[in-house]
Structures are given as structure tokens and as C-alpha cells.
């Protein structure tokens, strides 16, 4: 897709960042600085204190305790929404309404009707709008969509993928509330899986699946289960089991001259079996897993390069886990974490 430009012309782009929790620490926040033409000149955290000491830490000239505070900021060219899901939507809104680009943390949003608000904020104030589905330029993966476009695997007949962890003996209590989080731990780690096939594959077609609460003491889900069809053909299927004793994370791509398996969460070598044998394909993950994304969504917004996926991309992604998620919630297009006596499938304890 081709770059916006919006701030074609100028020498860097300077960030602000709404949440700098702990998501931030590693995985992103030291991107900003390093990622070439890019600086980050603000940081927000509602306890101000924290806010401060994150600065200081990682050398941000000002801090802010108040959201509102730092996207009216003159000097914030563009804001990085990493707080937690609930705040997603309004936040991006804000940026929107200040003329600010977004790059917005996944799961875009509780749902696909709030990702429906923000495409359409953004579409109207021409303004561009980035999810940090940043697993799309991580080298491995980037291996991956090479391999495929080379053909090495040949004609893609099957997908599979199963992730297993033991969540129901550990707390986590904002990812397993469907008012900050839109659901469980599904939407949070599952929609890198999803988005990444959409990526690789195309969009995700005749979506089907089913969701249940079997072993957690939470309302939201903890197992999920789905099938499609990818735009070639290829069928697939795909298993979250957030109620089990083992660890499991393992994808394969199955084709007509070779079966291709990786995980998703974990650094492990690609593995690829052919007729002729099996290898090891080394790719580990860089320092800050975030800074290849945040690299590409500063050149799409200099001019030089393109972000790999804008809110319409992600809203896909959104709507596929709406889809599946749909019949334990008795609907998802509403606040849905409003009434949870309502859903159907909330675990009777």
C-alpha cells in the first residue's frame, strides 16, 4: 500500500505516548527513540508519578498525567495509544479531533464497532490511522511471507495453529474483564495469529467458530475454537486452550512441496520439511520486537516507506474475533461488558 506522507518533508517525526505501562518498558517505548527519524518528546500515565519516573528512565523531555494534556501538546506530531483496550477508541477520537496521526496498540478495540468509530474519525479528518500488529516485519515472519511468495512451500493447502496455557490457574485481572479488555485472552494474543494469516494469506473467508468458559473462575472465555477458508483455497483451523496444564503454540502451513512450522510467541527456528529433508531457518527476534513496525510507520508517515496495516486492516481482524466470539456474548455489537448476566455463554458456577 503506499505511503501517506503526511508529514512528508520534515526531518523527524516526534511521539507521544498515552499508557506507558509495561508494555512499553521493552517491547515498544525505546523504539520510538531508536527507530531512525523518529524521537519521543512526551509520555502520559494517569499516575504522574510513574509518568515522571518512565521519563526519566528512558529520557523523554515531559511527562503528563492527563491524555488531554499531551495530545494538545504542539510539539507531539503523533500520538502511540498503549494503554488497555477500553481506552483505545476514545482516545484515537481525541487524537483525531486534535489532528494527530494514531498508532494504535492491538487489539484495536473492544470490538469492531468501536474500530468502525475510529477508521471513520480518521477517513474524515484525512488523517492516517496505524495498528501495532507488529509481528508483520518481524524478521522471522517477514521470512515467511518471502517463503511463501517463492513459492517454496508450492500451493498452500492447510493451515493450522494451537496455543495452550495454563491461565486458568493465574490471575490476570484486566485481560479477563470483557469491560477493559472486550473479551479474553483470546483477543489479546490470539489477534497476532489471526492478523498475521490475514497478512500472509489474504483475508480470512467463511469464518466459523465457538467459544466457551470450561475450567476459569472468570466471566469472559477460555477456550476458543475456529475454522476458515483462505482466499486461495486453503482451509484452515486454529485452537486457543487458555485452561490447560500444557504450554503449546505451534503454526503450520501445509502445501503441495513443503509443510512450513513455527511458533508465534516464543523464539524457536522455523522449521521447513520438504521431500528433500528438514531445516532450521534462524531468525531471532530484535531487542524491541515493536522497533521494525514502529520503523515502518514513521518512514509511511515521512513519505520514504509504508506501514504494512492501517485501522481497515486491523478492523478485519476485529471482526473475524467478533464473529467467533459472537454466541457466548449473545451479540457483539453493542457494550456487550455491560450486561454480563445476558451472555449465553457466561460459565454457571
Known amino acids: 500500500m503506499p505511503a501517506t506522507g503526511h508529514f512528508k518533508g520534515r526531518k523527524a517525526v516526534r511521539w507521544g505516548i498515552l499508557g506507558c505501562g509495561d508494555v512499553t518498558e521493552r517491547k515498544s517505548g525505546p523504539g520510538f527513540s531508536k527507530a531512525a527519524r523518529s524521537e519521543l518528546v512526551a509520555v502520559m500515565r494517569r499516575n504522574g508519578t510513574l509518568a515522571a519516573d518512565y521519563a526519566r528512565r528512558h529520557g523523554v523531555a515531559r511527562s503528563y498525567d492527563s491524555a488531554a494534556a499531551l495530545i494538545a501538546d504542539p510539539e507531539v506530531d503523533a500520538i502511540y495509544i498503549a494503554t488497555p483496550p477500553d481506552s483505545h477508541c476514545e482516545y484515537a477520537l481525541a487524537a483525531a479531533a486534535a489532528g494527530k496521526p494514531a498508532l494504535v496498540e492491538k487489539p484495536m478495540a473492544r470490538n469492531a464497532a468501536e474500530c468502525d468509530r475510529m477508521v471513520e474519525a480518521f477517513d474524515r479528518a484525512d488523517l492516517p490511522l496505524f495498528v501495532a500488529y507488529y509481528y508483520r516485519r518481524l524478521p522471522c515472519f517477514v521470512r515467511v511471507g518471502e517463503m511463501l511468495a517463492g513459492g517454496e512451500l508450492g500451493r498452500v493447502t492447510g493451515v493450522t495453529y494451537r496455543m495452550a496455557e495454563p491461565h ?83 503454526m503450520q502451513l501445509v502445501g503441495t512441496e513443503g509443510e512450513l512450522s513455527f511458533p508465534m510467541y516464543t523464539e524457536r527456528p522455523l522449521v521447513l520439511r520438504t521431500s528433500e529433508g528438514s531445516r532450521e531457518i534462524e531468525l531471532p527476534f530484535p531487542e524491541h520486537v515493536a522497533q521494525p513496525f514502529i520503523q515502518s510507520v514513521v518512514d509511511d508517515l515521512l513519505g520514504v516507506g509504508s506501514c504494512p496495516v492501517t485501522g481497515r486492516d486491523a478492523r478485519r481482524t476485529s471482526q473475524v474475533m467478533d464473529t467467533v466470539l459472537d454466541a457466548y456474548y449473545g451479540g457483539r455489537r453493542d457494550a456487550f461488558w455491560e450486561r454480563p448476566g445476558t451472555w449465553p455463554g457466561r460459565r454457571t458456577r
Open 168 to 250: 486458568h490457574r493465574r490471575g490476570a485481572p484486566w485481560r479477563v474483564s470483557a469491560a477493559i479488555a472486550g473479551a479474553g485472552h483470546f483477543l489479546d494474543v490470539g489477534s497476532h495469529a489471526l492478523d498475521l494469516l490475514d497478512h500472509l494469506l489474504g483475508p480470512l473467508q467463511e469464518v466459523e467458530g465457538k467459544a466457551a468458559n470450561l475450567a476459569s473462575d472468570y466471566d469472559v472465555e477460555d477456550t476458543v475454537a475456529l475454522t476458515f477458508r483462505a482466499p486461495g483455497g486453503a482451509l484452515g483451523s486454529m485452537m486457543w486452550n487458555f485452561a490447560s496444564a500444557a504450554h503449546d503454540d505451534l
